[in-house]
């Protein structure tokens, strides 16, 4: 059904108004819809009328997360049914798992869900799909959803997706599982009710009048071979195991929606007149009635209409993810038999088979007389509480996004964005350079005193690192004719707020004003340090090349400014004389950043 129009709500408003209940599904196999199914028929039928919407609730948290679960699900059971185990076994086992696959639901599927519900504006919401009830839990525990909120759980364990706290009523299909969903959800969380399966089940049927009007024959063992809705499983070599056994007179092959299994079925046994083939059927109802028992591979909903029908069961074929856990904790509960190979499927078969017959288990009241008086045991918290939080949220990351962002050193496009242009060349036509050397503090006045004797003056990083030069430093740099620039320390996280601190103390020592150039730290400064330094009318030199040692290769332009790392100190002033010869070879003079800019051009 569409969501309400202007005009059914004016209508609604004039008679007394029904309940409505909004079934979230999904078409991850075919347990989850025919629960939605089986729910939607039930509440057509309750004495209360009830107007029911049954929707895809995957779709309608968006079509990202719609096709990565359900065409990632069909893929990995396909092809991949090693990886379905590996990430199914790692979200029950390792809680930093479940926590992110649940961030990701509610980041991609929160926000279009709730606009999803609005429009139908429900009294009651009930999901029938894992994925989908953990985003429908969030919504209702931030108070974004206000009406009760009902999760049905057809499976008997591994029920860390299946029951949330957010959730105020679950509706089990098996008894032994109440316990650990009110463990997870809360005590009062759970309600036992009958299965969620069409009532045709639960018709009166003998197995001699189902088979008649299958066109099975009526006496010997008949068989059923199931791969679920989407047809899954060693279902050819169940069939292909049982179909040797004498004592067996009939199989019925259930192909579900997978047509490409169903046509390579009837290709395998098209020469047997025991073995029958379905695809997707309605017909159900009679197969199991008809049925001694019942080879299923994945477990699920097509179990509880085998236990109302008082068939038993056999698993076998997809021993992976939720069916290996599942189907081992009914077989522990002996609600089923375990074969984990061929030998072992043919004997549960046989001990089926001859078994006493089962009666229906049904228990409980119908799931619709509890959707129907859904209690409200979720307290939603005040609009202005949820606002409040989401603005703290939101504020939170965008304060962490911009700490990050402002202490992280790739910052090239960022730091344009600031307005900080760094200084790599000075605007000249005179054939110079400014060369700028970093070398360890205590060698910085020995080679300038050696430069000075030879007629070099250079540039030398100040290398306090925040704190201040000494006054001897200083004092023998300017002796030589040298220049003193600021560097910039290393940074870390939040300790650009100090940038500009740091650099004025070294400014101070040096006499350089209000305005001037400094070294950003090695590896880069990060995009807090510079635009600190911007704000405070301080510019970066990165330099048109970066030297690690005195062999220079690239090509010269009037202006440059050339940075050089010198890290052993007994090689600075031998590094910097290698290359001034080199530059004066191709006709460039070496001279000091305050030289260079103060004779820029304009």
Known sequence: MAPTSATENESRAASPRSKRVLILSA???????????????????????????????????????????????????????????????????????????????????????????????????????????????????????????????????????????????????????????????GRGSAQIVRPLISADFLEPRTPEASRRALGLPERGRMVVVSGGGWGVGDIEGAVAQLA??????????????????????????????????????????????????????TGGVTCLEARASGTPVVSYGLPIGHARLNTRAMADLDLLRLANDAGELREHVAASCAADAQGPAVDGPHAAQVVLEAPARISAPPRWIVRGRTLLTQAAIVLALGAWMMSTDEVAALAKIFGVHPLTEVRTKRREVALIVRTSTGSIVPAATRLAASGIHVTFADGAAGGTPPSGRV?????????????????????????????????????????????????GADLGQLVMAQLAGLTPVNGAYVLHGPQFRGTLRPGDVVVVEVPQAAAAA??????????????????????????ATR
Not at 121 to 141: G, M
Not at 275 to 280: A, P, Q, R, S
Not at 479 to 498: K, M, N, R, V, Y
Not at 508 to 516: F, Q, S
Request: one cysteine or more; aromatic letters at 8%; hydrophobic letters at 45%.
């Open 475 to 523: 004092a023998g740099v300017r002796a030589a004719q040298d220049g003193l620039l600021p560097e910039a320390p290393h940074s870390s996280f939040l300790h650009w707020l100090g940038t500009r601190g740091q650099l004025r103390r070294q400014a101070n020592a040096l006499d350089l004003g209000h305005h001037y150039y400094y070294l950003p730290p090695r590896g």
């Open 27 to 185: 078409d991850v196999g075919e347990g989850h819809a025919a629960a939605a199914r089986a729910l939607a028929q039930q509440l057509a039928g309750a004495d209360e009328h009830a107007e029911v919407d049954v929707i895809d609730g995957l779709a309608a948290m968006g079509r990202i997360l719609k096709q990565s679960v359900q065409d990632g699900y069909r893929t990995q059971l396909d092809s991949a049914q090693w990886s379905y185990s590996l990430a199914y076994g790692a979200m029950e086992k390792l809680p930093p798992v479940r926590w992110l696959a649940r961030r990701l639901l509610l980041a991609l599927g929160a926000r279009p869900l709730a606009h999803t519900i609005a429009q139908y504006e429900p009294d009651v919401v009930v999901s029938t799909y894992p994925a989908v009830t953990v985003v429908l839990s969030h919504l209702r525990r931030r108070g974004i959803v206000r009406v009760p909120t009902i999760a049905t759980i057809t499976d008997l364990t591994g029920l860390f997706f299946w029951a949330q706290k957010g959730i105020d009523m679950h509706l089990v299909m098996y008894g032994e599982s109440l316990p650990a969903v009110e463990r997870i959800a």
């Open 574 to 599: 031998s590094d910097v004389e290698q290359l001034t010869a080199q530059f004066a070879a191709r006709g460039y003079a070496v001279r000091t950043l305050g030289t260079v800019t103060s004779r």
């Open 244 to 297: 040797d056994d004498p004592q067996v007179s009939s199989i019925v092959c259930l192909a579900g929606r997978n047509e490409e299994l169903r046509e390579r079925l009837d290709a395998a046994f098209a020469g047997s007149e025991r073995i029958t083939v379905y695809g997707f059927t309605d017909r159900m109802p009679e197969i199991l009635a008809a049925a001694d028992v019942l080879v299923h591979s």
